[in-house]
Every structure is written in C-alpha cells, then in structure tokens.
C-alpha cells in the first residue's frame, strides 16, 4: 500500500510540474511579417516582397552618377535565415542596403530608425540580378563587385539602387525572405 502511494504521489507530482512547465508564456510578442501575421511557427519557410509590397516598382533612377532611387518599405527580418534581393534596372547600378534598429515600446508598430547603409554590391549590370544574404553564406551577387560581406540577423532592412553611370533608369525590386 505505502508503495502504491508513493507511486501515485510522484505521478501527481511530475503532473503538476509538467503543467507548470507548459503554462509558462513569454511577455515577448511575436514579430509580425507585412500582413500583421505572426513569424513562427510559419506553414510556408519564405515570405515574398513584390515590387507593390516593396514600393518599388519601376522607380526612376535619375541620370546623374551617384543620385539614387527612394528607398523601399522597410522590410523585417529579424528571425530570417536568409534573403534573395531580385533587382532589375535598366541601367548598371550599385545596390544599398539600409539597417535599421527599433524602439521596443510597441513591437506591432515600432519606431525604426536608420543605423547604416551598406553597399551589398557594386557597379551590377543592367537587366535581371540577384544578392543572396544569409545567416552561415557568405553573401553572393549574380554581377558586379561583392561589397560589405553582410549577414543576417538584422532587425529591418530596405533597399535603394544607386546609379554607377550617367543615364537615367528604372528599377523594381522584389525579396523573398527565408524562415
């Protein structure tokens, strides 16, 4: 009998503790992505960014050496893994990347605020390219000169192109985010 007891007391007990285990929460919200969805757990690992979503759509690149595009929303990847920036201009251009840091007052909605700007890759060829950034690669472009070998995690970033000749352009942009 007193080992039947003993037996349903340690049951009762490793019960109660499991409970207690499991119903702890966080005080930390969820990042959110550009839908007001929670990050994680995500179905999908990649989240796309079109040119509308980006604000950066057909952009006017003015025909001045060095001017440069608006930039684009503000793009939050702070549990990303990795990141494929596509970029297409009409014209050879070098691609910048702006990092943000943010206030924790309100994590729906924080205040970001731009810590630096980086240049992801130097003197791309016009048309079609690509800057692949991630948490363990080393960054990669498809054209033009590697820049700033920088990784992720970042907070949030965007984007603008910068103009490596005279000639006015345009460019579009899109990114997908990996999880």
Request: proline share 7%; aromatic share 8%.
């Amino acid at each position: 009998m007193n080992k039947k007891n003993l037996l349903l007391g340690s049951f009762a007990l490793l019960l109660v503790a499991t409970l207690v285990v499991f119903s702890q929460t966080s005080s930390q919200f969820p990042e959110l992505d550009k839908n007001g969805k929670p990050l994680l757990p995500r179905p999908m690992p990649h989240l796309v960014y079109s040119p509308a979503d980006l604000a950066h759509n057909g952009v006017v690149l003015p025909a001045t050496a060095g001017s440069v595009t608006p930039n684009t929303a503000i793009i939050r990847v702070g549990d990303a893994t990795k990141m494929t920036v596509f970029v297409s201009c009409t014209q050879n251009f070098d691609l910048v990347m702006n990092v943000y840091t943010a206030d924790d007052q309100n994590q729906s909605n924080p205040n970001f605020t731009l810590y630096n700007s980086y240049n992801i890759a130097t003197n791309m060829s016009s048309g079609a390219q690509q800057a692949y950034l991630a948490t363990e690669l080393a960054p990669t472009v498809t054209s033009g000169g590697l820049g700033i070998p920088l990784r992720l995690p970042q907070l949030a970033v965007s984007f603008f192109e910068r103009n490596a000749a005279a000639p006015a352009g345009s460019c579009t942009d899109r990114v997908i985010v990996g999880y």
